[in-house]
């Protein structure tokens, strides 16, 4: 190739990349990242306030998943903390409770039972774990939140979530009040509702 060719090719090459360059920027420029769904959240309404919980899916996804659809059901809506100990958990999730008879209150569920999903999460405080029978395969719908460090329930129950907020809630229905089964004199009806936003 001659020089004066030459000297055209890489002219006319040159020329072409510059023009080139800035379109392709400008493309990138166009491309919008799409928004991540944050993970759901639970709100628990009570007349003492708020407690909200994130879930562990990647540790419990059947449990999350059967909390979350009895949410959206109203399952919980109107039941109460049936079972209230300071300095160590409260426990609700029971339909017993909607009705007076405090008899069958903690022997209540959604008539189906859950496969076990003990995992390495610990029981400390704030954790939102499932109750369950003798079977370790028996949850179905009630559910406690530890009150104070307890590692010695660590793989004999299923952790799900966590309190991230309303901790001086759980705090004060644990000291209500109770009886000889720790049914607090005080009824405490909750109403559950899902978070589900857009990611930013």
């Known amino acids: 190739m001659r020089r004066s060719n030459l000297w055209m090719f890489f002219s006319t090459f040159s020329l072409a990349m510059v023009l080139f360059l800035p379109v392709t920027s400008c493309a990138q420029k166009e491309v919008k990242k799409e928004k991540a769904?944050?993970?759901p959240r639970a709100v628990i309404e009570t007349k003492y306030g708020e407690i909200e919980i994130r879930f562990f899916p990647e540790y419990a996804p059947e449990h999350v998943k059967?909390?979350?659809?009895?949410a959206k059901e109203g399952?919980?809506?109107?039941t109460i903390f049936h079972r209230v100990i300071p300095g160590f958990i409260i426990q609700g999730g029971d339909p017993n409770t909607k009705g007076e008879?405090?008899?069958?209150?903690g022997f209540g569920g959604p008539g189906y039972r859950l496969k076990a999903e003990f995992n390495s999460l610990?029981?400390?405080?704030?954790?939102?774990?499932m109750a369950r029978g003798r079977d370790p395969d028996s949850a179905g719908s009630q559910f406690f939140i530890v009150v104070k460090d307890s590692p010695f329930?660590?793989?004999?129950?299923?952790?799900f979530g966590e309190v991230v907020r309303g901790m001086d809630v759980v705090d004060r229905i644990s000291t209500l009040p109770r009886d000889a089964r720790d049914i607090p004199l005080e009824r405490v009806e909750i109403r559950?509702?899902?978070i589900e936003e857009e990611g930013v």
């Open 153 to 159: 329930l660590d793989r004999k129950y299923t952790v």
């Open 122 to 129: 610990s029981h400390r405080r704030g954790i939102v774990s």
């Open 101 to 105: 008879d405090r008899a069958t209150y």
């Open 192 to 194: 559950v509702r899902i």
């Open 66 to 70: 059967n909390f979350i659809r009895l």
């Open 37 to 39: 769904p944050k993970p």
């Open 75 to 78: 399952f919980y809506d109107g």
